[in-house]
């Protein structure tokens, strides 16, 4: 490795905090004397944290190619493809339709494979190829069938990538890592407005092809660029080979996985299959609430689907609209990470998640109160903010439902794919002919967010119930304090 890569390894990316809860003495391989635990774990963090960033990037791209069609309708999308009626809707709710499909199976053969990075790498380049297809559409039929299997293998990314990070991070340090990752949404949705704005204004008939297509061509090259890189950057599994980690870091890093899952979810046996953890996991009635409780949450957020078309409301050009839609979701990144720090510096998930969804209900009525362009354009800040939620409640899933790695994947996997039943009817949440003030999707959003918060206040209600169980017996019994949920 180069010393200027190796430069980048040693910087932290983020604030580093060490339990004192562990030894602090921990045997290296490459120092006669022994190494301070601290130290070490310090180390492996910022290497940890470098590799993890990329999926920062790989995220970016996932969300441009996710939604630039919300773009591309600003230029003549729906019109060259012959769209008519609801069909545009239906095209953005295609990808979603393909989603669904392969989020479980990914995350299973994601958690008995050893190599993450070329999996997940090698879908995301695949994806890209489909997204420079949608720009070669010449039907409505055509672009259909790109963006459905476009959907079919970002599935694998976005549960694979928060299952690798929980493999790697104990659950103190998993929100505010989880929310870095996740911050990918507010920075593709500010860059990709961009990036839209410049090539849509500057390419029409280069080559010979509209202004749209050049907007799909230009991004789905750049992720397959970025895909192909991913194999070589993208960190393993802790119990996989891992150069770029010493010997002791590397068995530090397998060590506090299994300290941070020790005690966990003592009642029962561990699962011993993988038929075995899904059939867990699928009558466990908590996997369905929460699922419906993410489902709605993301339903309650489908603002960003339609975020261009919002922006265009105000009446400015094309050109404007994107240039204008940048602000919120940065403020939007700085926003989510705050919040998700604090979140796990607090060890605490319900009320962050309710603190940004009542941002996002702040947004809606805003929004519906009037056509002021000063307020509708706050509006858009408020809503933007609340993207956080779904990154806090992810990570309380992943949390609570960390039995065992396979049990783990499929848990992520499972909830995403019955949240993942909103986003399909999401589009249609924002029908145009609701416009421009879409006072309807907006109360339908605000009930939703209501719905979600009453899912998981009665979720955190169980969660409470089950850890004032474990510590009566442990009193009971005169045992130490063990596992606890995090409410």
């Given at each position: 490795?180069?010393?200027?890569?190796t430069?980048?390894?040693?910087?932290?990316?983020?604030?580093?905090?060490?339990?004192?809860?562990?030894?602090?003495i921990y045997?290296?391989?490459?120092?006669?004397?022994?190494?301070?635990?601290k130290?070490?774990?310090?180390?492996?963090?910022?290497k940890?944290?470098?590799r993890?960033?990329?999926?920062?990037?790989i995220?970016?791209?996932?969300?441009?190619?996710r939604?630039?069609?919300a773009?591309?309708?600003?230029?003549?999308?729906?019109?060259?493809?012959?769209?008519k009626?609801?069909?545009?809707?239906?095209?953005?709710?295609?990808?979603?339709?393909?989603?669904?499909?392969?989020?479980i199976?990914?995350?299973?053969?994601?958690?008995?494979?050893?190599?993450?990075?070329?999996?997940?790498?090698?879908?995301?380049s695949?994806?890209?190829?489909?997204?420079?297809?949608?720009?070669?559409?010449?039907?409505?039929?055509?672009?259909?069938?790109?963006r459905?299997?476009?959907?079919f293998?970002?599935?694998?990314?976005?549960?694979?990538?928060?299952?690798?990070?929980s493999?790697?991070?104990?659950?103190?340090?998993?929100?505010?890592?989880?929310?870095?990752?996740?911050?990918?949404?507010?920075?593709s949705?500010?860059?990709?407005?961009?990036?839209?704005?410049?090539i849509?204004?500057?390419?029409?008939?280069?080559?010979?092809?509209?202004?749209?297509?050049w907007?799909?061509?230009?991004?789905?090259?750049?992720?397959?660029?970025v895909?192909?890189?991913?194999?070589?950057?993208?960190?393993?599994?802790?119990?996989?080979?891992?150069?770029?980690?010493?010997?002791?870091?590397?068995?530090?890093?397998?060590?506090?996985?299994?300290e941070?899952?020790?005690?966990?979810?003592?009642?029962?046996?561990?699962s011993s299959?993988?038929?075995?953890?899904?059939?867990?996991?699928?009558?466990?009635?908590?996997?369905?609430?929460?699922?419906?409780?993410?489902?709605?949450?993301?339903?309650?957020?489908?603002?960003?689907?339609?975020?261009?078309?919002?922006?265009?409301?105000?009446?400015?050009?094309?050109?404007?609209?994107?240039?204008?839609?940048?602000?919120?979701?940065?403020?939007?990144?700085i926003?989510?990470?705050?919040?998700?720090?604090?979140?796990?510096a607090?060890?605490?998930r319900?009320?962050?998640?309710v603190?940004?969804?009542?941002?996002?209900?702040?947004?809606?009525?805003?929004?519906?109160?009037?056509?002021n362009?000063?307020?509708?354009?706050?509006?858009?800040?408020?809503?933007?903010?609340?993207?956080?939620a779904?990154?806090?409640?992810?990570?309380?899933?992943?949390?609570?439902?960390a039995?065992?790695?396979?049990?783990?994947?499929?848990?992520?996997?499972?909830?995403?794919?019955?949240?993942?039943?909103?986003?399909?009817?999401?589009?249609?949440?924002?029908?145009s002919?609701?416009?421009?003030?879409?006072?309807?999707?907006?109360?339908?959003?605000?009930?939703?967010?209501?719905?979600?918060?009453?899912?998981?206040?009665?979720f955190r209600?169980?969660?409470e119930?089950?850890?004032?169980?474990?510590e009566a017996?442990?009193?009971?019994?005169?045992l130490?304090?063990?596992?606890?949920?995090?409410?």
């Amino acid at each position: 490795m180069s010393t200027s890569s190796t430069s980048s390894e040693n910087r932290p990316l983020f604030p580093i905090e060490i339990s004192d809860s562990t030894p602090l003495i921990y045997g290296s391989n490459d120092d006669p004397e022994s190494t301070s635990r601290k130290d070490l774990e310090r180390g492996l963090l910022r290497k940890l944290d470098f590799r993890t960033a990329y999926l920062v990037l790989i995220y970016i791209l996932n969300q441009m190619d996710r939604n630039n069609a919300a773009a591309a309708r600003l230029r003549g999308f729906e019109e060259d493809l012959g769209m008519k009626g609801r069909q545009f809707n239906t095209l953005i709710s295609s990808l979603y339709a393909g989603y669904i499909f392969m989020q479980i199976p990914s995350n299973l053969i994601l958690s008995h494979i050893s190599k993450p990075s070329i999996y997940l790498s090698s879908c995301m380049s695949l994806w890209g190829i489909l997204t420079t297809l949608v720009g070669l559409s010449t039907s409505y039929s055509q672009a259909f069938c790109s963006r459905f299997l476009v959907g079919f293998l970002e599935a694998t990314f976005y549960p694979g990538a928060v299952y690798l990070i929980s493999r790697w991070y104990k659950r103190e340090e998993l929100g505010y890592r989880t929310a870095f990752f996740t911050a990918g949404i507010g920075i593709s949705n500010a860059f990709g407005s961009l990036l839209a704005s410049g090539i849509l204004a500057t390419m029409e008939g280069f080559l010979g092809y509209a202004a749209w297509r050049w907007l799909f061509f230009i991004e789905g090259f750049l992720t397959v660029v970025v895909g192909t890189c991913g194999m070589f950057i993208l960190p393993d599994f802790p119990s996989s080979p891992a150069h770029w980690l010493t010997p002791a870091e590397h068995s530090l890093a397998q060590k506090r996985m299994e300290e941070d899952s020790r005690s966990h979810d003592p009642v029962g046996p561990k699962s011993s299959s993988r038929f075995s953890d899904l059939l867990s996991i699928a009558t466990d009635w908590r996997s369905w609430w929460v699922g419906a409780a993410l489902g709605c949450c993301n339903a309650s957020l489908s603002f960003n689907m339609f975020f261009p078309t919002l922006a265009a409301t105000m009446g400015y050009s094309p050109t404007i609209s994107l240039l204008m839609c940048a602000p919120p979701w940065i403020m939007s990144t700085i926003t989510a990470v705050t919040v998700a720090h604090h979140s796990d510096a607090k060890r605490e998930r319900f009320w962050h998640m309710v603190f940004a969804l009542s941002m996002l209900i702040t947004g809606y009525v805003l929004a519906i109160s009037t056509m002021n362009i000063t307020i509708r354009y706050i509006s858009l800040f408020f809503m933007a903010q609340a993207q956080v939620a779904n990154v806090v409640l992810l990570t309380w899933i992943s949390n609570t439902f960390a039995r065992s790695n396979s049990k783990r994947a499929i848990a992520i996997g499972f909830m995403n794919t019955v949240s993942s039943l909103a986003h399909i009817v999401s589009p249609y949440i924002w029908l145009s002919n609701w416009g421009p003030a879409y006072t309807k999707s907006c109360l339908i959003c605000i009930a939703l967010a209501c719905t979600s918060i009453s899912l998981c206040w009665v979720f955190r209600r169980n969660l409470e119930r089950l850890n004032k169980e474990v510590e009566a017996e442990e009193r009971k019994m005169n045992l130490p304090k063990g596992y606890r949920y995090l409410l």
